[in-house]
């Protein structure tokens, strides 16, 4: 990833936009790990194989993502493209996430209302999600491969609380499983893990 791609001093944006760029770098460092050859391994996911659940995170955190912040959203026919049948996908990958990166340095990007389904929600609240799409559909890829995920106590405590406000809306649309019982003194990735239904490993 590239850091000089911002446009904009970093202390004008939320605090939210560091833990995004942080889970955004762990998640394309697990991405260029994956050996090609591995992409029809399980994941933690049941319904999602590894290359569903690469695609998946290219769809949304890179060109989604990117298109948020211009206005737009990706094209349906997208939904089913096989993103790894590319040459270098996941260096693509890199490349996108960082332009996405850098058109959320905009502070006036943060200012905006952005649809979501029929109605309009602050921008904070799609990154939000984002976040959450990075971090624990990138922590599917590290295991579907045989990496870890890390992420510093700030960013993961940043992942937990978004966890912790979406929650009960993804359980509601099959986003998230029943939460798994973990220590309540165990790390906050851990628990946001297992606040949305993913059995930490």
């Known amino acids: 990833m590239n850091d000089t791609n911002d446009r904009n001093d970093p202390s004008e944006l939320p605090e939210l936009y560091g833990a995004l760029r942080a889970c955004a770098a762990e998640t394309v460092r697990v991405l260029r790990g994956i050996d090609p050859a591995a992409l029809d391994a399980p994941t933690p996911s049941a319904e ?8 998946h995170l290219v769809l949304w955190t890179a060109h989604n993502f990117a298109l948020r912040a211009e ?5 349906a026919e997208w939904y089913e493209r096989d993103f790894t049948a590319d040459p270098g996908w996941a260096e693509a990958y890199a490349q996108q996430v960082d332009k996405a990166l850098a058109a959320w340095s905009d502070p006036s990007v943060w200012e905006r209302e952005m649809p979501m389904g029929d109605s309009a929600v602050p921008a904070a609240a799609i990154a939000g999600m984002i976040l ?9 890829a590290a295991q579907g491969s045989g990496q870890t995920y ?16 979406w929650a009960q809306m993804f359980r509601e649309y099959s986003g998230f499983a029943d939460p798994i019982a973990v220590p309540a003194d165990a790390p906050p990735f851990t628990r946001a893990l297992a606040l949305s239904g993913r059995a930490p490993r």
Do not use: I, K, Y
């Not at 206005?71 to 094209?75: D, F, H, I, T």
């Not at 959450?132 to 599917?140: D, I, K, T, V, Y």
């Open 71 to 75: 206005g737009g959203s990706v094209p």
């Open 150 to 165: 890390t992420l510093d106590d700030a960013t993961a405590t940043a992942v937990l609380g978004q966890v912790e406000q």
């Open 132 to 140: 959450l799409e990075f971090a624990l559909h990138g922590w599917e």
């Open 48 to 55: 999602w194989d590894l290359r569903a659940v690469v695609n």
